[in-house]
């Protein structure tokens, strides 16, 4: 399977929450994705863009979120670009995962749980354009179910 | 998101069936303030029919067990499927709700 590249652009907006779901419900089908790669990758970009939603384009304009996935046998290439604030995602801070129950704060996980599922990531300030780069390996490779 | 209640054991076993995101966790949470205010303090949750789990969710959770814990009560989590359950390990809440296999197991841990 060559590089097959799918992209797609969401408004700023909460209710794009959904439709970024069954997009990526029917990637996951398409590339017959393992349950745990396919929940990963939905978790990474649900977290991130929520965040870009609520903090990066939080001025009241509209803003767009565009998304590009390559799916590679091995692994899948994420790169995500939106118009907001600039908001850099790998430099939020960490939350104490470790601490008791009475000082766990509710937060700031989203950005934790996107860190976590992905192997690499990448942070980049184009002009007035987040641009924000990831790759996450497979589990089992990903195969494109119409090329079968 | 759909919900079912089962008593047994003096506890309120709560199945969830659907996705607990940012758009349904509000559900969620409303059920659950709902279920305190009527004076249950002894939780199950069955995860069984649950596919995803955003941080949403997770905000939930840790939002009714800290409401729980002042008032002696307890909320235990079952049937997480295997891909959540790492959700709940890299969040470091495996630390502070109790996971189990099973509906029997967690009665069971309640019990003790």
């Known amino acids: 399977m060559a590089i097959d590249l799918v992209s797609f652009q969401l408004a700023a907006n909460r209710q794009e929450l959904c439709r970024l779901g069954t997009i990526m419900k029917e990637l996951g089908q398409k590339y017959a994705l393992l349950p745990k790669d396919a929940f990963e990758l939905r978790l990474v970009l649900d977290e991130l863009i929520t965040n870009i939603i609520d903090y990066g384009c939080a001025d009241g304009t509209e803003h767009f979120i565009r998304v590009s996935l390559g799916f590679e046998p091995g692994f899948v290439s994420v790169s995500v670009e939106d118009d907001g604030c600039f908001f850099d995602p790998t430099c939020a801070p960490t939350p104490d995962t470790a601490c008791s129950l009475e000082q766990r704060k509710i937060g700031g996980l989203g950005i934790h749980f996107m860190r976590n599922m992905v192997d690499e990531i990448r942070y980049e300030r184009k002009g007035t354009i987040n641009v924000l780069r990831m790759k996450k390996a497979l589990a089992v490779p990903c195969t494109d179910k119409k090329e079968e | 998101m759909e919900f079912s209640e089962t008593r047994q054991d003096g506890a309120l076993i709560l199945g969830i069936r659907g996705e607990v995101d940012s758009t349904t966790s509000p559900e969620l949470e409303e059920k659950l303030i709902g279920l305190i205010e009527s004076g249950e303090r002894r939780f199950v949750l069955d995860f069984e029919g649950v596919d995803y789990v955003s941080s949403a969710g997770f905000r939930v959770l840790l939002k009714t067990i800290k409401d729980l814990k002042p008032k002696g009560g307890s909320l235990h989590v079952c049937s997480v499927k295997d891909y959540i359950k790492e959700v709940f390990d890299v969040s ?15 009665l069971k841990a309640l019990a003790c």
Do not use: Q
């Open chain 2, 92 to 106: 470091g809440f495996n630390a502070v709700i109790p996971l189990h296999g099973t509906v029997d197991e967690s």
